[in-house]
């Protein structure tokens, strides 16, 4: 199994499990404990299992162009933008990060599918003059989310942080490493996700002396909340709740789609269906007691199949059930009355449009108090 | 993350982890410490209802965390008598005290005679925590 620069503190402190081929922590404390540091306060999360790829050369924004279906060259230089990878289908090969640099664009794609996407990357880079480096294993990569992440990061960043709007990041030294800080995250929060360049498998220890430092004012935490903190947020997760037999329309996903844009892979298929009636949409679901899993049915008061669960998890914060789900459009007005099959008994819920927090309060949208 | 897993002396216990507690009459079930540690927070039990028969290391309901399902199995057959209400409002008992406040039902059992020799005491579920099987 691989490891991240961080693994020897996972194995003193944490609760080890496997995770697209890395032994990644579970938890240290508990799953809940974490989960509320991150709504409420500060979390730090180890994702140096992320695959980190960099693009540069003559023709690394041609070749950008034609990956993504988001105009990538409208992005300025210091931006970082959510997209898709599609196949010609329109399916999606994977969700990731782009950050345009001085230099080219640096990708953070997920772990999972790190092969495939080399793979679909150098496959349609033929022709281009694009050096394509996976950073990966050279590199440190650490999140840190919650409404006091900003506290969390500063003593360690040798800028201001508040310089730094989301969906932007900036170079900056992060305790004894160069930094690409990112104002990103998967949880629904504000914060940044670091990546430290001079810091990696060979040479873990100025990554391991960042999160100490950083432990100290934000809870390690691990897998388990990751997952519950990116439901709770509605944020899909490559391999449940998006697949490349998903489109990006019915998985809600259209806005990455620049309107107008032609000339990217799968372009033409989105181009097709755009107009096209969905047969299922993604939605949230929350339950009026009991736990939705992926997998289970969703059906209608008359006990008709209309949908299925794609992630299901407990809120710590509305202490339900909560699933993202895919649904026939017929069915997924907002406040429309569903259940869900628990182990052949159904649970009552209420479609909804995540994220299933009140985002007056939290979020990175939240009021600032 | 070495944790140590107190097994409290005079129970009975599962290899799926179940605890039972012999009273006169009546037998009180949990889930050991073990399992409430591997669970993690539990947040959601289904229990039987108060009534219902049931049969030994058959399933009476499933114990939730955030992350993970897992079925109930009953040490012993019987009927239901009791079940801990707090639970539902409270599934954190189970974590923070698995032996006492966190008790998941109570039963009459039907034929204790026979079926308490094919539970294992704590000496030899402690053996069976060590083991590399469970």
Request: aromatic letters at 8%; charged letters at 20%; proline letters at 5%.
């Amino acid at each position: 199994m691989k490891q991240t620069p961080l693994h020897d503190y996972h194995v003193k402190h944490g609760k080890l499990a496997e995770f697209a081929g890395y032994e990644m922590p579970l938890w240290y404390t508990s799953i809940l404990e974490e989960h509320l540091a991150v709504r409420n306060k500060a979390g730090i999360f180890d994702v140096s299992h992320m695959g980190r790829v960099a693009l540069d050369g003559p023709d690394a924004p041609k070749l950008v162009e034609l990956l993504v279906p988001t105009s990538a060259s409208s992005q300025a230089p210091g931006k970082s933008f959510y997209t898709l990878l599609l196949n010609q289908k329109g399916g999606i090969i994977d969700d990731l990060i782009v950050m345009r640099t001085e230099l080219g664009y640096l990708l953070v794609i997920n772990a999972a599918n790190k092969s495939k996407d080399l793979a679909h990357i150098q496959a349609n880079s033929e022709g281009y003059d694009v050096n394509i480096n996976d950073i990966t294993d050279s590199t440190t990569m650490i999140a840190v989310q919650g409404p006091e992440a900003t506290q969390a990061l500063q003593p360690l960043a040798s800028i201001e942080l508040s310089q730094i709007k989301r969906y932007t990041h900036v170079n900056a030294m992060v305790g004894d490493s160069r930094a690409t800080i990112t104002r990103t995250g998967y949880t629904g929060e504000d914060g940044f996700e670091v990546i430290l360049l001079d810091t990696g498998l060979q040479d873990g220890s100025v990554a391991t002396a960042v999160w100490a430092d950083l432990s100290t004012r934000a809870k390690p935490s691990g897998l388990g909340a990751r997952d519950s903190l990116r439901v709770e947020a509605g944020l899909p997760l490559y391999g449940s709740d998006i697949d490349d037999t998903t489109n990006p329309f019915e998985a809600e996903l259209s806005w990455v789609v620049t309107k107008g844009k032609t000339g990217y892979i799968g372009g033409e298929s989105l181009a097709s269906f755009s107009n096209a009636p969905l047969s299922r949409v993604r939605r949230g679901i929350v339950l009026d007691e009991k736990i939705p899993r992926h997998g289970f049915a969703v059906t209608d008061s008359q006990n008709e199949v209309i949908g299925t669960v794609t992630s299901g998890s407990f809120s710590p914060i509305l202490k339900k059930g909560i699933a993202l789900a895919y649904v026939e459009p017929a069915h997924s007005g907002i406040g429309e009355a569903v259940d869900v099959m628990v182990r052949d008994s159904p649970a009552h819920g209420a479609i909804t449009k995540p994220p299933f927090y009140d985002e007056k309060f939290f979020g990175w949208k939240r009021l600032k108090q | 993350m070495e944790a140590n897993h107190g097994v409290p002396e005079g129970l009975y216990y599962t290899k799926e982890h179940e605890w039972a507690r012999i009273g006169p009459g009546s037998v009180s079930v949990g889930i050991t410490e073990y399992a409430a540690k591997t669970l993690n927070d539990v947040v959601y039990l289904s229990l039987p209802s108060v009534g219902q028969d049931v049969e030994q290391l058959g399933t009476f309901g499933t114990v939730e965390s955030i992350k993970a399902v897992s079925e109930l199995y009953a040490p012993l057959s019987g009927k239901v008598t009791k079940v801990n209400s707090e639970l539902s409002n409270h599934p954190e008992l189970v974590n923070k005290s698995p032996y006492q406040d966190g008790w998941i039902i109570e039963i009459t059992p039907s034929n204790l005679a026979n079926e308490k020799g094919r539970l294992l005491d704590s000496k030899q579920y402690t053996d069976f925590l060590a083991s590399p099987d469970h």
